[in-house]
Structures are given as structure tokens and as C-alpha cells.
Nanobody, 128 residues
């Protein structure tokens, strides 16, 4: 079982920045490191935002490219999502996801089916 706990959400004005964090079970980073961020706005389906593998290879949704950065601190078992130039349409519940087990050669993809473990989410609200 992989436990994921998100934090860092909040309310910010358009143009502002936030950094989301996701702390994973300690043992996960010794055998996994295939993770992603997803979000779900009220009345909408959950959508992928970004994903990363153990080699640091990343992929982003078009809506996130150039504004968001996914990264991980393996020494602290933490995944980050740095969000800049936030827009009201970025408002959503943001979820951390993990794939485990994860093959060494896994190419990151931001599809829900790629991940089997999910956090509880952290709310991001961007006002205009």
C-alpha cells in the first residue's frame, strides 16, 4: 500500500503562484518514483496535469506547459508541483497519484489508468 498526502493548496489571485507537495510512504521511493498530478474542478472530469518517472523525465498537459513544473525530492520522499501564472480555470482539487510497482523504463503518461494509488487532494482556488 502506498500512502500519499498532499498539501500546499490555498487561495491565490490570478497571476500568483503556489507549490503543492505530496509526501509518499518512505518505502515507495526505493521501488517506485512514478508519480503524477491530476485535478478535478466541480462538475468536470478529473484531468491529468503532469507526471514524472524515476529518471526525472516529465510530461505535461497542454494547459500546464510553461506554467507548471513537476519535481521530486527523493531524499525526502516528496513530490512537488510548482504552479506559476495561475488562472481562474486552474481552480480545482489537485490529487497526487502513484504507480506501483513501476518499471524502470516507464514513460510518464498523465492517464488515470497509469496510476493505482491516490491522495485525498488539496484545494486550489484562483480568483480573478
Amino acid at each position: 500500500q502506498v500512502r500519499l498526502v498532499e498539501s500546499g493548496g490555498g487561495s491565490v489571485q490570478a497571476g500568483g503562484s503556489l507549490r503543492l507537495s505530496c509526501e509518499a510512504s518512505e518505502y515507495y521511493y526505493s521501488s517506485g518514483n512514478c508519480m503524477g498530478w491530476f485535478r478535478q474542478a466541480p462538475g468536470k472530469e478529473r484531468e491529468g496535469v503532469a507526471a514524472i518517472n524515476r529518471h526525472g523525465t516529465t510530461t505535461y498537459a497542454d494547459s500546464a506547459k510553461g506554467r507548471f513544473t513537476i519535481s521530486q525530492d527523493n531524499g525526502k520522499n516528496i513530490l512537488f508541483l510548482h504552479m506559476n501564472s495561475l488562472k481562474p480555470e486552474d481552480s480545482a482539487m489537485y490529487y497526487c497519484a502513484a504507480r506501483w510497482p513501476c518499471a524502470v523504463g516507464w514513460a510518464p503518461r498523465i492517464r488515470e489508468a497509469e496510476f493505482g494509488y491516490w491522495g485525498q487532494g488539496t484545494q486550489v482556488t484562483v480568483s480573478s
